[in-house]
C-alpha cells in the first residue's frame, strides 16, 4: 500500500494536481522523485522477495525430533532483514508525503492570494458593464 501511494503521489496523471515529480522547480530538470520511486520500487520488489515461504528447506536435527526448529533462525534474521526494508519503504513514502503536503499548502496559498486580486481586477473591468 505504501509503494502504490508513493507512486501515486509523484505520477502527476494520479496526484490531483501536484506538479510533476512532486518537484517544487522546473520538472523538466529536477528529478530527485523519479530516483525516489525508482527505491521504492526496489524496496517493495525486495519485500515480495523475504516473504517468500522456506517451508522446503526443513532439515531434520537430533536424529528427526527437531524438524522445524532449522527454520527459526532462518525466520528471525529475514524478519530483521524485512523490517528493516520496510523501515525504509515508510521514510521514503513519509518525505514524500510531506513534499506533497508542502506543495499542495503553497498552491493554496497562491491561489487564494490571486483569488481577491483577481476579484478586484474583474470587478473593476466589469464595472461599467452592468
Request: proline residues 4%.
Amino acid at each position: 500500500m505504501l509503494f502504490s501511494q508513493c507512486a501515486e503521489l509523484i505520477n502527476p496523471a494520479t496526484s490531483r494536481g501536484l506538479p510533476p515529480n512532486l518537484v517544487a522547480e522546473e520538472p523538466s530538470q529536477s528529478f530527485i522523485w523519479k530516483g525516489t520511486d525508482i527505491m521504492v520500487a526496489a524496496l517493495q520488489a525486495e519485500l515480495g522477495f523475504l516473504a517468500n515461504p522456506v517451508g522446503n528447506h526443513v532439515q531434520t536435527a537430533e536424529m528427526g525430533n527437531q524438524s522445524i526448529n532449522s527454520l527459526a533462525l532462518i525466520s528471525g534474521r529475514y524478519t530483521l532483514e524485512a523490517i528493516q526494508t520496510l523501515s525504509q519503504l515508510s521514510a521514503a513514502h513519509l518525505v514524500a508525503c510531506c513534499q506533497a503536503l508542502d506543495l499542495r499548502t503553497m498552491s493554496c496559498k497562491y491561489l487564494g492570494t490571486m483569488a481577491t486580486i483577481f476579484k478586484d481586477m474583474t470587478s473593476e473591468a466589469f464595472s461599467g458593464i452592468c
